[in-house]
T-cell receptor, first 110, second 112 residues
């Protein structure tokens, strides 16, 4: 079993739609959680950190469920520019070990 | 701010050739990392440097060496390239342990 698992997609949604991605992690010692965005043939860029209480940044909402060991990303009112691959990233506590999910591809259509 | 700068952006090597990928950051970050990204897989850590003067192996270190030249620069060397090392390589830095990474723009390496 992979340490961080994501549905690879692709998710094809129309502009204005709401879309949600889930990510599960296997190591209960995981301490920090992030969502990154990666455009085609570009480097990953930090989208947002994920906090236990949940957090929101504009149209993006991230949630963490430690008991079930999953994190989620909700995108409201999708834009064409949201088309990208979204990477779930989990950092284990204490050291430098960080696990990247393989990513979920999103296509937003006009 | 340039952030993290990687060179070269593209490279084609023949099997057995050597090369060094260069990486520099101007954010005064302590830790620096080299990852590789292959289709269908998450980024995998090759080597990292927690601070100037230290380096440690990551998940897939075989076939690679690194040098933390100073706080700004962290290079990755392939001594004898193999086709299995065809990949996209990303350098990254991080300011504090629980913060996110800043990545360079990547090096697309093909070994034939």
């Amino acid at each position: 079993r992979k340490e961080v698992e994501q549905d690879p997609g692709p998710f094809n949604v129309p502009e204005g739609a709401t879309v949600a991605f889930n990510c599960t992690y296997s190591n209960s010692a995981s301490q920090s959680f992030f969502w990154y965005r990666q455009d085609c043939r570009k480097e990953p860029k930090l989208l947002m950190s994920v906090y236990s209480s949940g957090n929101e940044d504009g149209r993006f909402t991230a949630q963490l469920n430690r008991a079930s060991q999953y994190i989620s990303l909700l995108i409201r009112d999708s834009k064409l520019s949201d088309s990208a691959t979204y990477l779930c990233v989990v950092k284990l506590g204490g050291g430098f070990k960080t696990i990247f999910g393989a990513g979920t591809r999103l296509f937003v259509k006009a | 701010n340039a952030g993290v700068t990687q060179t070269p952006k593209f490279q084609v090597l023949k099997t057995g050739q050597s090369m060094t990928l260069q990486c520099a950051q101007d954010m005064n970050h302590n830790s620096m990392y080299w990852y590789r990204q292959d289709p269908g897989m998450g980024l995998r850590l090759i080597y990292y440097s927690a601070s100037e003067g230290t380096t440690d192996k990551g998940e897939v270190p075989n076939g690679y060496n690194v040098s933390r030249l100073n706080k700004r620069e962290f290079s990755l060397r392939l001594e004898s390239a193999a086709p299995s090392q065809t990949s996209v390589y990303f350098c990254a830095s991080r300011g504090q342990k629980n913060y996110g990474y800043t990545f360079g723009s990547g090096t697309r390496l093909t070994v034939v």
